[in-house]
């Protein structure tokens, strides 16, 4: 590859450290930038492992913006089921109407084009912009934060305004310029493998000699990280109800996590609740009015941690006894037993169906 005039060695070392170094990956095999997009977006918040599986199926099964603007929403979140944060997946699908009905299913070639779609924020639009139409934006994702606050030892908190200004600016002045999504790409793996949140390879590292926290053997300081604990918990109780081959389902369709997904009838409660207390709630009653007997399983108690919150959840298995008919009102919904793989659902719901 043709190197620029006067790149900064830490980009000349970077460029051929990934030369070298380049992991074979699915969507590395193309510059088109619906596929860039898709393993952009799958990618966020989810392992490379994981992720390659499921950009392969998803391209596999809509392998042009065309295709995905026309599925049926539900489809596309079955085929996100597992990967979390739904709200990517339906942006996407958004996002790929938006393309078709704006811009006559061309993908946008400006950054500020791509920057006006549904879901896409600056590092997704940098990722696209300059790896499938070479224009010179950095990329900023939790790897270069961490690489560029080590290299110059930025004592400012990384999550702060001024923070993401400073790396925002020097990761714009490390770029190459003729080749700025193979700089892109290459800082991004070189956090992922050599300078990694933990253990960095400080002794095989390529940049080490112009690393100023390891020349001041300060390493494990940086990145600095103030950030206010915002962890809110949450306390669902799931009712699984057996109903001969029936059971019942809702949809999520309020502002909150997993829009749009199915889950067994719920009741949150404000804080930890038993089987008593929520049998004396007026929602317990809506819910199973004209059945004076239930069965009750212990409940499951499983824990699921999301980015800012904790769901603290007990799924009830409850047994409609023969002789009585479960009259589901709104917007709980009837379900045969064997089509309940047909619905899309959260990790969460999917982790309890597999226990059981
Ligand atoms: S020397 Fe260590 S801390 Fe500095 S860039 Fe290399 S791996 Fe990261």
Redesign the pocket.
Known sequence: MKKSAALPVITTRLLDWYKENKRDLPWRETTDAYSVWISEVILQQTRVAQGSDYYVRFMRRFPNVHLLAEANEQEVLKLWQGLGYYSRARNMHAAAKQIVSRFNGRFPSHYSDILSLKGIGAYTAAAITSIAFNGPFAVVDGNVFR?IA??FAIETPIHTSDGIKTITEIAQQLIDRDHPGTYNQGIMDFGSV??TPRQ???AD?P??SA?M??SLRR?AD?PVINRKNTIKNRYFNYFHIVDGDKTYLQKRDHADIWKNLYEFPLIETSSPVDFMQLEQMPEFRDLFSGIPSLSVDYPLTLKHQLTHQVIHTNFYRVIIPDQFTYRQSQPVISVEKANLSDYPISRLTHKYLETI
């Open positions: 690489v080590r290299l050599i300078c960095p390879k400080c590292c940049l080490q690393c926290a390891y390493v940086f």
